[in-house]
């Protein structure tokens, strides 16, 4: 079971390689942004991120991977942010797009540096998007056991028990089980903490 809203992916580490992976297994259509053109380009050429979990094939026939970070937001329902904490600022106050009609979830460990905020806050306090349309996502599981398709576990929190239940089902395949939540400050709080 999955949605019919769009899901754009923000990031090209080895979590938003892995969340990739994930999504393309439940969509039908999915927007990858990554900020560098070469390795956008390797990536439509051979399959592969060449940075990051390199041995995943990449279907290209589902996942349209680009640079234009605009368009894929403009595109998006549901934006899974999974670029590093320190960049998220940068990223997307490049945007000159009103956010707050976006559904965005979070798999960021960290602060924003900024603002000193834990990303929901962040999202909703500089982009106005209500509190009902953010979420997060986050183990206890690791990009390289992911791409291996080893037995993982996911949890989805959102104060919003059906978006949860919705991102969720775009989650859960043979090797991913997902649990939902409705604590987004302490799940996010945990998370960061874990990394320290």
Same mark, same amino acid.
């Given at each position: 079971?999955?949605?019919?809203? *769009?899901?754009?992916?923000?990031?090209?580490?080895?979590?938003?390689?892995?969340?990739? *992976?994930?999504?393309?297994?439940?969509?039908?259509?999915? +927007?990858?942004?990554?900020?560098?053109?070469?390795?956008?380009?390797?990536?439509?050429?051979? *399959?592969?991120?060449?940075?990051?979990?390199?041995?995943?094939?990449?279907?290209?026939? %589902?996942?349209?991977?680009?640079?234009?970070?605009?368009?894929?937001?403009?595109?998006?329902? @549901?934006?899974?942010?999974?670029?590093?904490?320190? #960049?998220?600022?940068?990223?997307?106050?490049? +945007?000159? @797009?009103?956010?707050?009609?976006? %559904? #965005?979830?979070?798999?960021? &460990?960290? @602060?924003?540096?900024?603002?000193?905020? %834990?990303?929901?806050?962040?999202?909703?306090?500089?982009?106005?998007?209500?509190?009902?349309?953010?979420?997060?996502?986050?183990?206890?599981?690791?990009?390289?056991?992911?791409?291996?398709? &080893?037995?993982? #576990?996911?949890? /989805?929190?959102?104060?919003?028990?059906?978006?949860?239940?919705?991102?969720?089902?775009?989650?859960?395949?043979?090797?991913?089980?997902? *649990?939902?939540?409705?604590?987004?400050?302490? /799940?996010?709080?945990?998370?960061?903490?874990?990394?320290?």
């Amino acid at each position: 079971m999955s949605t019919d809203k *769009k899901i754009a992916v923000l990031g090209g580490g080895s979590w938003a390689t892995a969340l990739v *992976k994930i999504l393309s297994n439940n969509t039908s259509e999915l +927007l990858w942004w990554m900020r560098n053109e070469e390795t956008v380009n390797y990536i439509k050429e051979t *399959k592969r991120n060449p940075n990051y979990l390199s041995s995943i094939p990449i279907n290209t026939k %589902i996942v349209n991977v680009s640079s234009d970070l605009k368009t894929a937001c403009e595109k998006a329902d @549901i934006v899974v942010l999974a670029v590093p904490s320190a #960049f998220v600022h940068e990223t997307l106050s490049s +945007l000159k @797009i009103n956010l707050s009609s976006k %559904i #965005f979830f979070s798999a960021v &460990k960290g @602060i924003i540096p900024e603002r000193n905020q %834990i990303v929901g806050e962040y999202i909703q306090n500089e982009y106005h998007v209500p509190l009902k349309q953010i979420g997060v996502i986050t183990g206890p599981c690791h990009a390289e056991e992911v791409a291996l398709e &080893k037995l993982s #576990f996911l949890t /989805i929190g959102s104060s919003n028990l059906s978006l949860c239940k919705l991102i969720s089902a775009n989650f859960k395949c043979k090797y991913i089980n997902v *649990k939902a939540s409705d604590d987004v400050i302490g /799940i996010e709080y945990a998370s960061m903490l874990k990394n320290i």
